[in-house]
Every structure is written in C-alpha cells, then in structure tokens.
C-alpha cells in the first residue's frame, strides 16, 4: 500500500543476510485457513544484510515482536518464509546448520535466565547444544572472555538470575547469544524494561559488539531515541504491515508516512517538557 | 474415611493451613506451640517409615504359622511359648504386634511403589502435554478428565479382583488413577513455565525438546509434585487396605493392615484388640500423612516458581 515510500528494498535476495517475505501470522480462529483469527503480521517484507542494522519500530500490538519470533522460529508464519542467506528457515530446533546463526535477546532480563542455573551453566549449555561453536582448550578461560567481552566480572559465573541486576541479566543474555558465535541478533526490546543509564550501557555494548563480532541485527523497540542511536536503517510498522522503510536519518528526519510523524511528534511530546520520559 | 478421619483429626491438628496468619498476630508463644505442633506428622511419619524398615529385622513373624493354643489372647498375656503378646494374638494364635510391624511394611511398599509408578507416568505425560500444547494437549487433557470422573477405588476393586492376587497387580490398581492427579499438576506448571523467556530463548538456541523439559520445565514443578506425591501416598495405604481387606488386595502370605482388620471382624466383640489396633495404626498415618500433604501443598501453591513462602508457611 505504500510502495512510494520503499524504494530502498533491492529486487531480489542478493546479498540479503535475511530476508523477510509475505509474512502472515494469525492468532486463534479455526481450521487450518485460521478463519475468524487475530492477523497479528500481514503481509510483512524485510531484509537485512550482513553486519547491518534493522531498527523495527512501531507501538504495542503493531506486530514486530511477532515478526521476532519469526524470525526467530518461535513462531510459525501461517504465509511466507524467513530466509537467511537464502535457504529457507524452519522452525527453531530444526534448522540444521543455521541454528545456532540466528539468536534473540529477549525483552525481560530476568526471565530471560532460568532461575535455577548459574551463569556458567547457562552457556556452557550454549556451548553443549553447538559444540561446533564451543572454544577449544579452556572452557573457564572461554566463559571469562566471553563475560569480560560483554563487561562482566568472572564472579559472576557462579550466580543466579536472582542474584543479578535487570542489567546484568541482560548482559549474561547477550553473552549466552555470542557464545555460539550467531551472524543475526534478533533483539525483542532488549532494552526497554531496563532504566535509563543502564539502557545506554547496553546499547553501548550492542553497537560495540557489532562491530568486533561482525553481526547483523534486527532491533525490535517502541522507542525512536533507542533506534536513532543503534540502528542503519528502520522499518516502521502499523497494524501487521510495514508503513515506512529507510535509512535512519531519512525515517526519522523526513518521515514520509503520517503514521511516522504521529510516532515522532508522540516520541517529542513526552521528551520535550519533562525529564527523559519512558514511551509506554 | 479418609475424609471424616481429616475432619476428625484435622482440623486442630492441620496448624500451617490455609488460614494461616491468624495465629501470626497471637502471642511468641503461641507462634512455638504452632510450629511444634506442625512437626508433629513428620515425626510420626518418620517414626512409621523406620518401624517398617527396622521392625521386621527385631520381630520374627511368619503369617503360615498358627499357634492355636495361643489363640485370642488379650494384650500382655504370655502365649505358650513363655513370650509376652504384648498387643494379645488373633483368632489362629499369631501376634498382633507383629502383624502391625509387618504390615506397616507391606504398607510403606506398596505406598512408595505405587506413588514412584504413577509419579513417573504422571509427570511424563503431563509435561509433554503442557509443553507440546496443541492436538497433543487436546487429547492428553481429555484423558485425563475421563480417568478422573472414574471412582478410583472401584476401578482398583475391578482390576485387582479380575487377576490373581500379588502385589505387582495391586501397585497396578492402584497406580491406575493415581497417576491423573501427577499429570495434572505436571501439566499446569508446564503450561506456564514453557511461556516464560528461558524457555523460549533454549528453543531458539536449539536445545532438543527432552532436555528444554528436563533442565527448564521440570525443575519448577518438583515441589507441587513432592505435596502431591504425599497426598496420594496417604490415600494409596488406605485404598490397599482396603481392597485386602475385601479379600481382593494382596495374597494371604503377605502381611496386610487391611487382611488383619478383615480377620478380626468376627471377634469384634469379645477381642477387640485384632481389628481396632491395625486400625488405629492405619488411621494415624494416614491423617498424619494427610496432614503433611496439606503443609507441602499449602507451600507450593503459587506454583513454585521461585516464590518463597512466608515465614510462617503460607504464601501470600
């Protein structure tokens, strides 16, 4: 429906690290067609290349957090395909070889650990499931690096979820997804249930990491500050659909699509007057 | 009887039950009376588990050998053999004591096989029904509902009173429905564990379906299944109890609370000691049973994810 406003969107799959066609989730309804359901993502196309960043912005119940869970095989799309590089993506845990390429961050830092596991455990089972990825020689002297390299402390291998601050917990995710060394990080508003400072430490981290580790990202986030500041290009969706699609600065400079510039005034209103406000 | 003997016993005895808090905002004292009190079951439970262990090794009993000239002894009377019976003998002359010690035996066997037989099913087929959703949950659940709408004690009398009688049967009998009651709790903290981001982010690391059970849901479901596992544990002696006594539970060579109460009957009068003995033997360590059950349940009622009980025991 918007067509005018994509011209970036290259014609085929070349060179596309992922590449998101004719995606269609539908929730609830019966038979197979889902008659009667919720259509959570209608018709959504993305791509992103290698070592670029997607911004996917939009408000609650738009859509992208679905479209994570695509991407990610959570989910599984009623129309359309997720591919990467351009072999098909099934479901997660059936993915052969391109398992362990595409891994997510999740939105609550806490949940995102099982409580009963130190950190150790947890990525030693990253490094179980992929052996492939494991390091060779020293696991202790492995898991050290991989903590220092997301700006923990070795201490903290012998803890617990419950032990840990919210921004902890989402280093120790982050470091779980790098343990296996993936190409795409699916960030589900990886840093939204975290304050303020502690936001930008670990935005700061994911812009470094992306660039010493080589990774792609897909940015999934409600708040166009956190986009500006992280991404290359954003995607704007509304109500299961794409609306906009471009390089950061244009999107958020110039938007095109009223939808856009309804999210940018929303955005301005609450951090014009008072202190850094937290979009809902 | 295992309801009228809760609301007998019960209900001064249940002290860390549901309205908990009441006696919190009493005085010190009272708060030490209760959490003696509440260690009550423990002690006699445990007292029972080492009476069966132990017992059998002090007390030589042998269920084939009847000593008529002994029979019908009173407790404390001495038998013809110059031996004190101390809780008197039955109609063929064999000793009541011992017959409780051995039967507390076959009674803590049978409970912890059946418990540990349908624990296993249960929790199995609970967690994949949780955890895999859709048609399989569809089915499983259903099955579930069927099984639980059956009485389970006649389901028991039909199944053991269809084969010969030896304890394998029974144990299946009886493991027959009390398995529904694991799958279900299974089932439900499965159905919310599997929601939670650990779980999610394991799936999408690619870790295989067993192990994402075994490592992230499992876990979580170990204390609402350990206050289940008391709960049917209890219920299991009383069932087998009572098909032994129907004369349909396990074979005569076998010592049983249920065939010693079924052999007394006819004395009930003149010797009262044989069937009301074993009987309050049964009773107090199925109440006491019960009661644990309840603490543990009370404990694990959120669902144990985690969340600690208050000081007290109850949760919030």
């Not at chain 1, 993915?95 to 130190?118: C, I, K, Y």
């Not at chain 2, 569809?138 to 010969?164: E, H, K, S, T």
Request: hydrophobic residues 45%; glycine residues 12%; aromatic residues 4%.
């Amino acid at each position: 429906m918007t067509t005018a406003v994509r011209e970036e969107r290259p014609g085929g799959t070349g060179g596309a690290l992922l590449d998101v066609r004719g995606l269609r989730v539908t929730f609830g309804g019966r038979g197979r067609r889902r008659r009667g359901g919720f259509v959570a993502v209608d018709g959504v196309d993305l791509t992103v290349g290698p070592e670029e960043t997607l911004g996917l912005v939009g408000e609650s119940g738009s859509g992208k957090t679905t479209v994570a869970r695509c991407v990610a095989g959570l989910i599984r799309p009623d129309a359309g395909g997720v591919h990467f590089e351009g072999r098909p993506l099934g479901p997660a845990g059936r993915r052969g070889a391109a398992q362990r390429a595409v891994q997510m961050v999740f939105q609550d830092p806490r949940s995102s650990l099982n409580p009963r596991l130190t950190v150790a455990s947890v990525i030693g089972e990253a490094w179980r499931t992929h052996p492939a990825a494991a390091p060779e020689g020293d696991r202790e002297v492995a898991l050290r690096g991989l903590l220092a390299d997301v700006g923990l402390g070795p201490e903290v291998a012998d803890r617990r979820a419950a032990e840990l601050s919210g921004g902890q917990c989402q280093r120790v995710s982050i470091a779980r997804a790098l343990a296996v060394r993936p190409r795409l990080l699916v960030c589900d508003e990886a840093v939204s249930a975290l304050d303020v400072s502690v936001q930008a430490q670990i935005l700061g981290l994911l812009a470094g990491l992306r660039r010493s580790h080589r990774l792609a990202m897909l940015f999934i986030t409600h708040d166009l500050g956190v986009v500006r500041q992280i991404a290359d290009r954003v995607a704007v969706m509304r109500r299961g659909a794409v609306v906009e699609e471009g390089p950061t600065d244009e999107v958020l400079d110039a938007p095109r699509h009223e939808y856009t510039r309804a999210l940018l005034d929303a955005a301005l209103d609450l951090n014009g007057p008072g202190p850094e406000g937290e979009a809902a | 009887m295992t309801e009228l003997s809760e609301q007998a016993f019960g209900a001064p005895a249940a002290v860390p039950g549901p309205p908990g808090g009441r006696a919190a905002r009493r005085g010190p004292g009272r708060g030490r009376a209760r959490r003696a009190l509440a260690r009550v079951p423990y002690v006699v439970v445990a007292l029972y588990v080492l009476v069966a262990l132990a017992g059998p090794l002090l007390i030589d009993y042998d269920p084939v050998h009847t000593p008529l000239e002994d029979r019908l002894l009173s407790p404390g009377e001495e038998t013809a053999s110059g031996a004190t019976a101390w809780l008197g003998t039955d109609g063929l002359g064999r000793d009541v004591l011992a017959q409780i010690v051995y039967g507390a035996r076959t009674s803590v066997l049978i409970g912890v096989c059946t418990v540990g037989v349908s624990c296993l099913v249960g929790v199995a087929l609970g967690a994949v029904a949780g955890y895999a959703r859709g048609w399989v949950d569809a089915v499983l659940a259903r099955v579930f509902d069927v099984l639980l709408a059956f009485p389970a004690v006649l389901l028991a009398i039909v199944i053991a009173g269809a084969f010969q009688r030896s304890v394998p049967l029974v144990v299946l009998a009886l493991s027959a429905t009390a398995w529904i009651s694991f799958a279900r709790v299974t089932r439900s903290v499965a159905l919310s564990v599997r929601e939670r981001a650990w779980v999610d982010s394991a799936r999408v690391m690619g870790v295989r379906a067993p192990a994402v059970l075994l490592r992230h849901v499992l876990p979580f479901a170990v204390g609402p299944v350990v206050a289940m596992a008391t709960l049917e544990f209890a219920l299991v002696i009383l069932a087998e109890a009572g098909l032994s006594f129907l004369g349909i539970g396990l074979p005569p060579s076998t010592v049983s609370w249920g065939q010693t109460i079924a052999g007394g009957k006819e004395y009930l009068e003149t010797a009262w000691w044989i069937s009301t003995l074993p009987g309050i033997a049964l009773s107090l360590l199925i109440v006491n049973v019960g009661i644990l059950g309840d603490q543990l349940t009370a404990r694990y009622r959120s669902g144990g994810l985690g969340r600690r009980p208050n000081r007290d025991g109850s949760t919030p």
